[in-house]
């Protein structure tokens, strides 16, 4: 970098030849960072728009040399891609379940724990995992109760009192949430 005097006299060829000088960085943090779906054409193109940013912005005789610069812009997009990648607009993307691997009934119309859909389907793929660990009781209740049933109706399908019936419910949903808050943070 500190043969190239200025910006405009950098050419196709310099700036390949100033990229490939600086790809060990992309392949340190391709080896540190995993982004779905990202393939190695995604972080050479990556690498290529951040050094074309450090280029641009890079100012001498502010304390840092010019790859620990380009680096640290790298590295920011590189985590601007992660953020984005877990924006909880785009959780349903992340956690998309096919219907024909988990059965329609975990989408039935019933389903009516939480108003919004994405939110829905993470909570029924979590349940369909294990992932909240619920007893036999609170399992069942929470089955019947999707499906649409009333509590009494699940008290006497299941041979256990109403109050019975709605603290299991209710412990279902406290699990629920837990698990839900603990993943956002």
């Given amino acids: 970098m500190e043969d190239l005097m200025r910006l405009e006299e950098i050419d196709d060829d310099a700036f390949e030849k100033l990229f490939m000088q600086y790809l060990p960085i992309i392949y340190s943090m391709q080896a540190r960072y995993l982004i ?3 393939e190695y054409d995604d972080w050479l193109q990556e ?20 790859g620990l610069y380009y680096k640290m812009i ?3 997009r ?3 891609l992660l953020r984005r990648q877990q924006a909880k607009k785009r959780l349903a993307q992340q956690q998309a379940v096919s ?8 989408f039935s119309e019933h389903f009516q724990y939480h108003e919004f859909t994405e939110e829905n389907i993470y909570i029924s793929e979590l349940l369909l995992a294990g992932e909240i660990p619920l007893s036999t009781l609170e399992n069942r209740t929470l089955y019947y109760y999707l499906k649409g049933e009333e509590l ?3 008290a006497n399908r299941l041979n256990e009192t109403e109050k019975a019936i709605h603290n299991a419910l209710n412990r279902a949903k406290n699990k629920i949430k837990k698990k839900i808050y603990s993943l956002k943070s």
């Avoid at 940013?53 to 040399?65: K, N, Q």
């Fill in 152 to 154: 009494v109706t699940i």
């Fill in 74 to 76: 790298f590295e920011n």
């Fill in 36 to 38: 779905r779906d990202f």
């Fill in 47 to 66: 690498g290529r728009i951040a050094l074309n940013d450090a280029l641009h912005s890079y100012r001498r005789g502010r304390g840092t040399t010019f």
């Fill in 99 to 106: 219907i024909e691997k988990v059965g329609a009934e975990a």
């Fill in 78 to 80: 590189i985590r601007s």
